[in-house]
């Protein structure tokens, strides 16, 4: 119980730190970008809208530093983000929703698929260490992994959308296609998620096999797994259920890190797919000098993140059962 | 065995020569290090002359646009009509020069708060650790990019300190972790009975004892700083009149590289940071396996061949 208060406790903390972030980069940064942005936003917007920018940016205002930093610690925690330039008169809330499925379901999906994939090819490799196996794929995966995300889209589109024509090149769906759940749309969507998917798999896969195996080897030379092997258990059993539960915990602690990782890999993948998610969202709130957006879009990228450790947090309970232990 | 000989007042090396020269073999006794070497020393070159290799201005538009490769242009030329392979050499010094002073000037800072966390203790360790696990969480590439899009500048001083900034808190973490172990080892002790200030027992004591895990900090904080920063001026967001191999990709990207049948233009630069990035993971492996000798790779019948054992 402790444990997992605790965790609540890190959770909370760290959307603050990233809200801080938000609220006093704009004001921080020499020449005062914000001011400059609605200066040439100064035509386009009614007065209201203008004068909540203003406020949400501290621009042209009376109000103190602190009197403003609570009004934005409320705003956000309400759900308001004000208007998006890039997307006007949309507001910053309702870009973010079109966008944010879109990158939960391809960077969530990846991310178990290169977990799983990367756990057990580490296991196996520590398992057969100096076989076939262990020489070949985790030296392959790790090398993958020096490689910028981006460039392995880029071959992949020059390989597989523009060499052979197998897979379209970019954008989430067909265009002009209705957004509707019927099967051929949901086979359209798989298909325009290969590349970005296969991607982000074979870059990110490399790190998990790389802490799993060493983790594996560790754990093969403690006591416990020899007096298992004493005891005559079934080899599968070893590995699965002496070694790799007690391999796996290391790797889940290290999940958050590796997660904000694999999310940073995949805001270049969308880009280079030109993939509807929050990440090439977040480059065109760039281009555009969209700062609400691109702020916010950080916001959510960071909530997403901590909400998918909160759940390794809960597998980490179910698996450990150390953190249960009341005292 | 020592006790056989009469102790001798060996002349004690600085630990700095002790370290390298250390650094030196393992690089050599290890395979993995010594092809991560060889791209490094591959890398370096190309960073150090480059007017050698590949004479005259890169950016120069001296050529036929879009060509592929020829005798005049080994991998082709760019839309602009610029020489594909001397813009890829004279590339390499822009992401070395990042990788080198981003990877060092963040190893300095994981050290300052990595070490302060770990002997201080308490309430400075409580709130440190805690700093450095928020920024271990939060995703860097998205700070990464609001910091630079409000910067704006996009040279490479702030490309620096944006990397080091989001990139220092992971190896913070391990520092500290490793002088927490240290800190109840006798020669600690021995140090503190000595009445030595914290000061030279932190730069004397602790710090020569973590020269493997700086070293590896220092590798890891540089395949962090190559790719961040490849990713940065890709996406338009560096110098984008800079000779590197990130804004190349920049270029490529731009004037569709790929559908305009001028692959090599992208393919090129990204092997390129491969390289760089590859030669840093490399060593970074080789060094996991070195400093710690339960990872080092089974080796059989090479024992007779050393000689006998002692």
Known sequence: ?327 | MSAVLPERPAKRRPAIVRGLSTLGQAILSNRKATVGAVLLIICIVMAAVPNLIAPGDPNAENFMPGQGPSADNWLGTTSYGQDIFAQFVWGARDSLIIAVVAGLLSTVLSAIIGVAAGYLGGMADGLLSMMTDVFLVIPAFPLVIVLAAYSKSGGNGMIIAVLVLTGWSYGARQLRAQVLSLRHREFLTAARLRGERSWRIITHEILPNMISLLVANFLGASVYAILTAAGLQFIGLGNINANSWGTMLYWAQNNEALQAGIPLWAIVPGLGIATLGGAFALLNYAFDEISNPVLKPARRKKRSKRGAPS
Request: glycine fraction near 10%; hydrophobic fraction near 55%; charge should be neutral.
């Open chain 1, 1 to 327: 119980m402790r444990y997992i208060l605790r965790r609540l406790g890190f959770f909370i903390v760290t959307l603050w730190a990233a809200m801080t972030v938000n609220f006093f980069l704009p004001r921080l940064m020499p020449g005062d970008p914000a001011m400059a942005m609605i200066a040439r936003f100064h035509g386009r917007l009614s007065g209201q809208s203008l004068h909540a920018m203003e406020a949400a940016f501290g621009v042209n205002t009376n109000q103190s530093l602190i009197a403003q930093y609570f009004a934005y610690l409320g705003d956000s925690l309400t759900g308001q983000f004000g208007r998006s330039l890039t997307f006007f008169p949309d507001t910053v809330s309702h870009v973010v929703f079109m966008a944010l499925p879109w990158t939960l379901g391809l960077v969530g999906v990846t991310t178990v698929i290169a977990f799983i994939l990367g756990t057990l090819i580490g296991m196996i490799g520590a398992w057969t260490r100096g076989g076939w196996f262990d020489s070949v794929l985790p030296p392959l995966f790790i090398i993958l992994s020096a490689f910028p995300y981006f460039w392995i889209g880029l071959v992949a589109i020059l390989i597989f959308s523009i060499s052979l024509g197998w897979l379209p090149t970019g954008f989430g769906y067909t265009n002009g296609e209705a957004v509707t759940f019927t099967l051929p749309f949901i086979w359209d969507v798989v298909r325009h998620a290969f590349l970005p998917a296969g991607t982000i798999v074979i870059t990110s896969i490399g790190g998990w096999i790389l802490t799993m195996r060493n983790n594996m080897i560790m754990v093969l030379n403690e006591d416990y797994v020899r007096m298992a092997r004493a005891k005559g258990l079934s080899a599968s059993r070893i590995m699965f259920d002496y070694a790799g539960r007690n391999a796996i915990l290391p790797n889940l602690s290290g999940f958050g890190m590796s997660l904000g990782f694999v999310v940073s890999g995949a805001i270049l993948v969308e880009y280079v797919f030109s993939y509807p998610g929050v990440g090439y969202m977040m480059l065109q709130a760039v281009l555009n000098e969209d700062f609400p957006l691109m702020q916010t879009l950080f916001l959510f990228i960071t909530l997403a993140v901590l909400i998918a450790i909160l759940v390794v947090d809960g597998v980490t309970v179910l698996l450990d059962p150390r953190t249960r232990r009341s005292s």
